[in-house]
């Protein structure tokens, strides 16, 4: 579990947890953009809970059950307070697509001219911003999040998703 620094306010996680059985070893590059996006959405967040808005900041699980992805929360001191679950059926397209984008990417970086690595990562960057933009809409009336948390929940459910892809 990562833990990130005392917060003042309540509208904010302040630990993420992925799940140990669903997430498996990825490839270094898989597990550093999972080190970053914990890191850097513990740093700066927005999350509320609809219902619970008074009780953050949260603790955040994340793991994936049948298919569907399963958003525990609970209060800091880790009383629970709600599990979201959620379909992946509306993120499964944007998911298989940013894979393969990030192959060419991480395959890119390696040897391509820095014209394509740039070109190639502009691709990569426009579909994790469907897939924030889509997460901010499942979430919605559930919990509340900006865009740069919805950017960094996409890439550790995409880190959690990837053990399933036979990565």
């Known amino acids: 579990m ?3 620094p005392a917060k003042d306010e309540k509208c904010c996680l302040v630990a993420v947890t992925l799940d140990k059985d669903t997430i498996g070893q990825g490839p270094p590059d898989v597990e550093h953009e999972r080190r970053v996006a914990i890191y850097d959405l513990l740093e700066k967040n927005r999350f509320v ?3 619970y808005a ?3 900041p949260y603790n955040l699980r994340l793991q994936i059950i049948d298919r569907k992805l399963v958003l525990a929360v609970d209060r800091q001191d880790g009383v ?3 599990t979201h679950i959620l379909s992946l059926t509306p993120l499964r397209r944007i998911v298989r697509d940013y894979f393969l984008i990030c192959e060419s ?3 890119a970086i390696r040897t391509a001219m820095p014209s394509q690595i740039e070109a ?3 691709g990569r960057r426009g579909l994790h911003d469907e897939g924030s933009h889509l997460l901010i809409e499942r979430l919605k009336g559930k919990i509340e ?3 740069e948390t919805a950017r960094r929940l996409f890439t550790l459910i995409s880190v959690l998703l990837w ?3 036979g990565r």
């Open 163 to 165: 053990k399933g892809q």
């Open 49 to 51: 809970l609809r219902d």
């Open 80 to 82: 629970p307070l709600i």
């Open 2 to 4: 990562a833990t990130g």
């Open 105 to 107: 990417y991480y395959a």
């Open 120 to 122: 190639i990562d502009v």
């Open 145 to 147: 999040v900006d865009f």
């Open 54 to 56: 008074d009780e953050g």
